[in-house]
């Protein structure tokens, strides 16, 4: 890229380590991050690394190379580049990770390898930066990381939404302990004791599994996509996804407010609800309610540990396991009478809503913060009388 600033080799301004272990190591009840070459940050119970960091995988099938910054104990994977500056009166490790946020493509590039790409420790000593005053990369920092803080607040605020709709999913339709429960009785039913004036149900009851499909040369090549790879693991906010220009395989149309369920590798718990109308992987399930009512009912539901253990639990393949919507739509439910269901709707409605604006503001901070990084560290929009960092609104 060009810049005004001096431009210097990584090698001699940054350290080079590699993590230790394998990816078996990760723990789903980890204590500690753990950094592989996937998008997706995972935990584990060691740490090898205590400090700040860039993280920067060695490896990746399509040259796509995850890059993050963390400060604090983490672990790492045996083939991800932990990276630090060995002299933060020269260059911050921070300005560091920025600088090479805009080299991803270079190194996507200059990579080696057929089936899989490699990131050598020869290319990324070989790879430049702009390297500006201390007092210039302090303020392009601050600038910065002021987005990704509004960005990582709201994805925390996200996650507390997430976890209160399925607390009370659970608490009200599957413990029963809704709003007067306790003078309702208990009846029997097929799927066993339920409240009286409830229904035992099912997915497949409740919801149909749209096969929309569409080829992309019948699409604007603007219409948002949705891979399995844009889809975040155990979060229903879909902030992420392409343009159906990039694809060339028959897709599936979804519409906003429809829910997409990661079939392969079901395990991988990725379920969503589409924030835009578009279209999606013919990997995807996309739910469509035959009731708008039903709506985050369903939500809650094929959204939970359960549902996506029961998926993981009857998925068909060895190497890459599907689910199977025929078997899932006899997952039980119990559908609850229209005065517990809608007081479930208008508890639940004003949290998914949130998510949903939530998921806009961060995609709208993230455009705002990636057209503003290269001006920032080319030169091109000055910093030098900046007194104090600028905040975004």
């Known amino acids: ?58 490896n990746n099938a399509a040259g796509i190379y995850p890059l993050k910054y963390f400060n604090g ?24 990770y920025y600088a090479l946020r805009l080299q991803l493509e270079l190194m996507k590039s200059i990579s080696t390898g057929v089936a899989t790409k490699f990131l050598t420790l020869t290319l990324l000593n070989q790879t430049q930066i702009p390297v500006p005053p201390l007092r210039t ?34 608490e009200w339709l599957v413990n029963f302990r809704f709003p007067g429960h306790e003078n309702v009785k208990i009846v ?26 569409i080829d992309p040369s019948e699409l604007d090549p603007e219409t948002p996509y949705i891979g399995l790879e844009h ?33 392969i590798r079901p395990y991988f718990h990725k379920v969503g609800i589409a924030p835009v109308d578009g279209v999606c992987s013919s990997d995807a399930i996309v739910i469509v309610p035959k009731k708008e009512e039903w709506s985050l009912l369903l939500l809650c539901c094929v959204s939970s540990k359960e549902f996506v253990d029961q998926a993981t639990q009857t998925s068909q393949g060895t190497k890459m396991p599907r689910a199977n919507w025929g078997v899932l739509t006899h997952y039980p439910i119990a559908l609850p009478e229209d005065s517990v269901l809608s007081l479930f709707n208008d508890a639940i409605s004003p949290m998914v809503d949130l998510i949903k604006n939530l998921v806009f503001r961060n995609r709208n901070l993230q455009t705002t913060r990636d057209i503003l990084l290269p001006k920032l560290i080319s030169g091109e929009v000055s910093v030098e009388n900046l007194e104090v960092a600028a905040t975004p609104a």
């Open 1 to 58: 890229m060009k810049s005004r600033f001096q431009m210097l080799p990584l090698e001699g301004i940054v350290s080079f380590k590699t993590g230790k272990l394998n990816s078996n190591a990760a723990k789903s009840d980890g204590v500690f991050p753990f950094f592989t070459c996937s998008q997706e940050t995972y935990r584990t119970d060691t740490w090898s690394f205590d400090g700040e960091y860039v993280l920067l995988a060695g």
């Open 73 to 96: 104990k983490f672990d790492a994977y045996q083939r991800t580049y932990a990276i630090r500056s060995v002299d933060q009166k020269t260059v911050l490790t921070r300005y560091v």
């Open 137 to 170: 990369q302090r303020k392009i920092t601050e600038i910065v990381s002021a987005y990704d803080d509004l960005i990582e607040n709201n994805t925390r605020r996200i996650r507390i939404l997430e976890e209160m709709a399925q607390m009370i999913y659970r």
């Open 188 to 213: 029997e039913s097929e799927m066993g004791p339920i409240p009286k004036r409830w229904s035992a149900s099912s997915v497949g009851r409740l919801a149909d599994d749209a096969r929309r499909s």
């Open 231 to 263: 889809m975040p693991r155990k979060s229903i906010a879909l902030s992420d996804w392409g343009k159906a220009g990039q694809v060339q395989s028959t897709k599936l149309r979804f519409r906003r407010g429809e829910i997409l369920f990661g079939k």
